[in-house]
C-alpha cells in the first residue's frame, strides 16, 4: 500500500515510516523544506498541514492517510497553537482524504481525551476526534500513554538530570502514575491496523505492560545509568500550581498549567489493546536500557 503520513519527520513518525516499510508499504510524508532526495520507499514532499492543497496533492494516489501531527505545548505568536495543529490540522487532513479518494484513515490522539477534559491539551485532541468520527471515514483513532524511545524528549530529559545533578526535584509526592509506551509498539500498532477490518470505527488506548509512580520511573531510570539510586527535592503541589501559570509564560521554563493538569490525572490503561494486535509490548526498563545505556 501506498500511506500518507502527517507527522513523518518526527519522533514518532520515524518509528512508524520504518514500521511500514519493513512491511512492505511505500510512504508519502510532507516536509517544510523542499527535499534533496529520498531514501528508496519514501517520497518526501514539500507541504504543510495547515495548507489544505498541498496535503490534497500529496494524498493522491495513496490507499491510506496517518495523521500524528500533534504538539504538547502552545507558542502563540508562531501560529503554533491546539487549535491549528490539533483540530485545523485534522480538518484539512480529513477534507484532503476525501477530495484524494482515500477510505482508509488513521489518527493520533492521547490518552486522557475526553469530552469533559480539563486540560486545553486534551479538549483540543478531542475536538480534533470528532473530526475524525463525524468524516465518513473508515477511521481509526489510537491514544498513547507517554511515549519513549531514542529521541524522546520527557525521558531523556530525566536521564540528562540524574547525570549531571545530585538532587532531582519533584513535583508533588511523585505517587502519579504512568504507563509508558515504546515508539515501536505504538508504530506496530498503527500499520497492523491497516490490514485489519475490525479496528474501523475504534479507539484504542495503547501503555505499555509496566506501570510506575514518577518515583519508581526515576529509580528505573537510575539503575539503568548505573546509579545505586535517587535523591529527590519534593516541592509542595500548592506551591507549583500556584508559580506555573506565571512561569509558564518563559518559553524555556518547562512546564504549563496543562502539563502539570495532565501529569497529575496520570498516565496508565488496561492494555486491552493487545486482544486486538496480539503481540507483547516492550518492557520499559528494557526498552530504555536500549538506548540509555550506551551513554553510560
Given at each position: 500500500?501506498?500511506?500518507?503520513?502527517?507527522?513523518?519527520?518526527?519522533?514518532?513518525?520515524?518509528?512508524?515510516?520504518?514500521?511500514?516499510?519493513?512491511?512492505?508499504?511505500?510512504?508519502?510524508?510532507?516536509?517544510?523544506?523542499?527535499?534533496?532526495?529520498?531514501?528508496?520507499?519514501?517520497?518526501?514532499?514539500?507541504?504543510?498541514?495547515?495548507?489544505?492543497?498541498?496535503?490534497?496533492?500529496?494524498?493522491?494516489?495513496?490507499?491510506?492517510?496517518?495523521?500524528?501531527?500533534?504538539?504538547?505545548?502552545?507558542?502563540?505568536?508562531?501560529?503554533?497553537?491546539?487549535?491549528?495543529?490539533?483540530?485545523?490540522?485534522?480538518?484539512?487532513?480529513?477534507?484532503?482524504?476525501?477530495?484524494?479518494?482515500?477510505?482508509?484513515?488513521?489518527?493520533?490522539?492521547?490518552?486522557?481525551?475526553?469530552?469533559?477534559?480539563?486540560?486545553?491539551?486534551?479538549?483540543?485532541?478531542?475536538?480534533?476526534?470528532?473530526?475524525?468520527?463525524?468524516?465518513?471515514?473508515?477511521?481509526?483513532?489510537?491514544?498513547?500513554?507517554?511515549?519513549?524511545?531514542?529521541?524522546?524528549?520527557?525521558?531523556?530529559?530525566?536521564?540528562?538530570?540524574?547525570?549531571?545533578?545530585?538532587?532531582?526535584?519533584?513535583?508533588?509526592?511523585?505517587?502519579?502514575?504512568?504507563?509508558?509506551?515504546?515508539?515501536?509498539?505504538?508504530?506496530?500498532?498503527f500499520v497492523r491496523s491497516l490490514e485489519m477490518p475490525e479496528t474501523v470505527g475504534q479507539v484504542y488506548d495503547l501503555c505499555g505492560p509496566d506501570r510506575f509512580t514518577y518515583l519508581q520511573m526515576l529509580e528505573v531510570i537510575a539503575r539503568v545509568l548505573g546509579k545505586s539510586g535517587v535523591t529527590t527535592v519534593k516541592s509542595p503541589l500548592s506551591l507549583i500550581k500556584l508559580v506555573v501559570p506565571f512561569l509558564q509564560k518563559i518559553p524555556a521554563f518547562p512546564l504549563t498549567s496543562d502539563q502539570l493538569q495532565m501529569l497529575l490525572e496520570e498516565s496508565i490503561c488496561d492494555c486491552s489493546w493487545q486482544k486486538t494486535f496480539?503481540?507483547?509490548?516492550?518492557?520499559?526498563?528494557?526498552?530504555?536500557?536500549?538506548?540509555?545505556?550506551?551513554?553510560?
Amino acid at each position: 500500500m501506498k500511506i500518507f503520513v502527517a507527522g513523518g519527520t518526527g519522533f514518532i513518525g520515524t518509528h512508524l515510516i520504518r514500521e511500514l516499510r519493513s512491511n512492505g508499504h511505500t510512504v508519502v510524508t510532507l516536509s517544510h523544506e523542499r527535499s534533496r532526495g529520498t531514501e528508496q520507499g519514501i517520497d518526501l514532499v514539500r507541504g504543510d498541514v495547515l495548507d489544505r492543497r498541498s496535503v490534497t496533492d500529496a494524498m493522491k494516489g495513496c490507499d491510506a492517510a496517518i495523521n500524528l501531527v500533534g504538539i504538547i505545548r502552545e507558542f502563540a505568536g508562531k501560529g503554533i497553537t491546539f487549535q491549528n495543529l490539533h483540530i485545523q490540522a485534522t480538518r484539512n487532513m480529513v477534507a484532503a482524504a476525501k477530495e484524494a479518494g482515500i477510505r482508509r484513515y488513521l489518527q493520533m490522539s492521547a490518552l486522557g481525551t475526553r469530552k469533559d477534559a480539563v486540560s486545553a491539551y486534551h479538549k483540543s485532541k478531542y475536538l480534533a476526534e470528532e473530526e475524525v468520527r463525524e468524516s465518513g471515514l473508515e477511521w481509526t483513532i489510537f491514544r498513547p500513554s507517554l511515549v519513549f524511545g531514542p529521541k524522546d524528549l520527557f525521558i531523556n530529559m530525566l536521564a540528562d538530570q540524574l547525570r549531571k545533578f545530585p538532587l532531582i526535584p519533584v513535583i508533588g509526592d511523585g505517587s502519579y502514575r504512568m504507563q509508558p509506551i515504546h515508539a515501536d509498539d505504538v508504530a506496530r500498532c498503527f500499520v497492523r491496523s491497516l490490514e485489519m477490518p475490525e479496528t474501523v470505527g475504534q479507539v484504542y488506548d495503547l501503555c505499555g505492560p509496566d506501570r510506575f509512580t514518577y518515583l519508581q520511573m526515576l529509580e528505573v531510570i537510575a539503575r539503568v545509568l548505573g546509579k545505586s539510586g535517587v535523591t529527590t527535592v519534593k516541592s509542595p503541589l500548592s506551591l507549583i500550581k500556584l508559580v506555573v501559570p506565571f512561569l509558564q509564560k518563559i518559553p524555556a521554563f518547562p512546564l504549563t498549567s496543562d502539563q502539570l493538569q495532565m501529569l497529575l490525572e496520570e498516565s496508565i490503561c488496561d492494555c486491552s489493546w493487545q486482544k486486538t494486535f496480539d503481540f507483547q509490548p516492550i518492557g520499559f526498563e528494557e526498552g530504555i536500557r536500549g538506548y540509555l545505556g550506551k551513554s553510560i
